[in-house]
Nanobody
């Protein structure tokens, strides 16, 4: 059974940084795309960043426009984790952040644009104060 569990959410001031972690089990990183998504109060869930592997074995990453240049996604296959380093946080980044996993090959941007995953975590809350 595939499971994902998020951690690392907190209250932080604008301009600060946080590192979220998604602990996975029951999956092989070579066969899955892992995405970070977020849902702000009163808004729909949106894709933030994702990581996946192409057939040639190279990893690929993708970022939503609102976080490009500020957030960095990375994976550690030895620890089975996918982290999201978030820098220069702004109040508009306030949301519950979810990790999602889906069996996937190739570019993962589609899972962000369509907000899809086969397995979702329960989320971790990030609050950015101004």
């Amino acid at each position: 059974e595939v499971q994902v569990v998020e951690s690392g959410g907190d209250l932080v001031q604008a301009g600060g940084s946080l590192r979220l972690s998604c602990a996975t089990s029951g999956l092989n990183f070579d066969d899955y795309a892992i995405g970070w998504f977020r849902q702000a109060p009163g808004k729909e869930r949106e894709g933030v960043s994702c990581i996946s592997r192409r057939r040639d074995g190279d990893g690929t990453t993708y970022y939503g426009d609102s976080v490009k240049g500020r957030f960095t996604i990375s994976s550690d296959s030895a620890k089975n984790t996918v982290d999201l380093q978030m820098n220069e946080l702004q109040p508009e980044d306030t949301a519950v952040y979810y990790c999602g996993a889906i069996k996937w090959e190739g570019q993962c941007m589609t899972i962000l644009s369509m907000v899809i995953a086969e397995t979702w975590g329960r989320g971790t809350r990030v609050t950015v104060s101004s």
